[in-house]
């Protein structure tokens, strides 16, 4: 059949093309399932204090272990999920485990949750209110991750997101900082209290002298508006070497840690004796 096409060449690209798109539909079929099969799971990884090196908080981070295809990084199904909706009771799910894992910490360390666009549109702020009342979890101790193209559909409506969010009293950070488009306005309109350094940046400040300055101006942007700012992405001593020089507030990344399934977090957490995490109100829950 392929020769009456001519070469051929039509007729192997079409079906590659009907192949990509065919286990998109499948991944977007099998999500389905994996929400309800316990095939997503929460990974943590650490965020330290850059000068005391204690430990501030977690990033939740997700994962699928697809029963056939094994681990597949959210790189390549949080799309989808975004794509078909099922963001929304994928969002809640991770939600709800982040805080209530958080809440079973013996320290009162922050718990840093992604949350995707499409959630912003669909009743938030009441959302989260629920969850950590149903958790029990101080609001204080949960962190949401914007990134920039979450709030550049509606801007009126994102600002009015997170303004219910801190009313609720948690934390907002901007994530991926500086790989969005209009990233210095989106910072002068929304109150973000904490500024995440995208990692492209920080793993190039060593080879890279632009890359270097841009961190340090971020830095430098961070102290001007009082807003702290996170590095992520640190994986040598000379990246946090560089970091700590420049007065960057805290770090993350393989250098510290991998993300690690919860009960290995656990663990380190209730080994991790005498010391306190940083903040006003860390030691509400410690007795
Ligand atoms: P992100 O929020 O910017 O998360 C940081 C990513 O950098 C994570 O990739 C993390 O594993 C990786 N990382 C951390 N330290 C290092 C390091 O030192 N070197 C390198 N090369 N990478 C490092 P991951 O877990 O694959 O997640 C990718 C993205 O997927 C996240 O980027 C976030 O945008 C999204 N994501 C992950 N979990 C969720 C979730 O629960 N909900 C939503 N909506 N998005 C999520
Ligand atoms: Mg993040
Ligand atoms: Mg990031
Ligand atoms: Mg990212």
Same mark, same amino acid.
């Given at each position: 059949? =392929?020769?009456s096409l001519?070469?051929?060449k039509?007729?192997?690209y ?6 990509? *798109?065919r ?5 977007a079929?099998?999500l389905k399932?994996?929400?309800?099969g #316990? ?7 650490v965020q330290?204090d850059?000068n ?5 908080g977690?990033e939740?981070?997700i994962r699928?272990?697809?029963?056939q295809?094994?681990?597949i990084p959210?790189?390549a199904?949080? @799309? ?6 099922l963001i ?9 485990? =982040?805080c209530?894992?958080a ?5 009162p360390?922050k718990v840093? !949750? #992604?949350?995707a666009p499409m ?7 009441r959302?989260?209110?629920?969850i950590l009342n149903?958790t029990? /979890?101080?609001? +204080?101790?949960?962190e949401i991750e ?8 509606d801007r009126?409506h994102?600002?009015?997101?997170v303004? &219910? ?6 934390t907002? &950070?901007?994530?991926d900082f500086?790989? %969005?488009? +209009?990233s210095?306005?989106?910072?002068q ?6 500024i ?7 793993q190039?400040?060593g080879t +890279? ?7 340090k101006?971020t830095l /430098?942007l961070?102290r *001007?508006? #009082?807003i @702290? !700012?996170?590095a ?5 001593? *000379? ?8 007065g960057?507030d805290?770090?993350? %990344?393989?250098?510290?840690?991998r ?5 290995v977090v656990?663990?380190?957490i209730?080994d $991790?004796?005498? +010391?306190?995490p940083?903040?006003a109100d &860390?030691?509400? $829950?410690l007795?």
């Open positions: 059949r =392929a020769k001519g070469r051929g039509i007729c192997t079409e079906p590659s093309m009907d192949e990509a *798109s286990v998109r539909a499948e991944l079929i099998d399932r994996a929400l309800a #316990n095939e997503l799971e929460l990974y943590y990884q330290n850059t005391t090196g204690g430990i501030v977690f939740a981070l699928w272990n697809h029963p295809k094994g681990r959210p790189d199904f949080i @799309p989808i999920a975004e794509e078909t909706g929304i009771d994928i969002g809640d799910w991770v939600m709800r485990t =982040a209530t894992a809440a079973l910490w013996r320290l360390f840093a !949750v #992604n949350v959630q912003l549109n669909h009743d938030l702020p959302r989260v209110a629920e149903e029990g /979890l101080q609001p +204080s101790r949960l914007l990134t920039e193209s979450g709030i550049i559909a009126q994102a600002l009015q997101v303004l &219910a969010l801190k009313a609720i009293g948690v907002v &950070a901007m994530d500086g790989t %969005g488009y +209009s210095l306005s989106t910072l309109a929304f109150p973000f209290d904490k995440k350094v995208d990692k492209s940046f920080v190039a400040v +890279s002298v632009h890359a270097a300055a841009i961190v101006a /430098l961070g *001007s508006l #009082n @702290p !700012v996170l992520e992405g640190v994986e040598t001593t *000379s990246h946090l070497d560089f970091l700590r020089g420049e960057c805290s770090v993350q %990344g393989y250098l510290f840690g993300p690690m399934p919860v009960d656990t663990r380190m209730d $991790e004796k005498g +010391s306190r940083q903040g &860390a030691h509400n $829950e007795t």
